[in-house]
């Protein structure tokens, strides 16, 4: 069917799984960027400029650039 044979999807399942994931690792970071810097335990107020206490790695950041 449309010249698709077993072989061929069967490599190309992985390759959607391995997107899939990276999709949902991104959205998850993303989310879990509302809540820097506001833990009861380590929490504090940044002074004026200061960047947040932890950000994305940095090979995250150099495929941010790519896109």
Known sequence: MFG???QYLW???PLIGFGFGWFLDRKETE???MFRDKSA???R???EGEKPSYKWGG???LVQTML
Do not use: H, I, P, Y
Request: hydrophobic content about 50%.
């Open 4 to 6: 698709l044979n077993r």
């Open 31 to 33: 989310r879990m960027t």
């Open 11 to 13: 490599s190309v399942v």
């Open 59 to 61: 090979w995250v950041e």
């Open 41 to 43: 335990l380590f929490g």
């Open 45 to 47: 107020t940044l002074k």
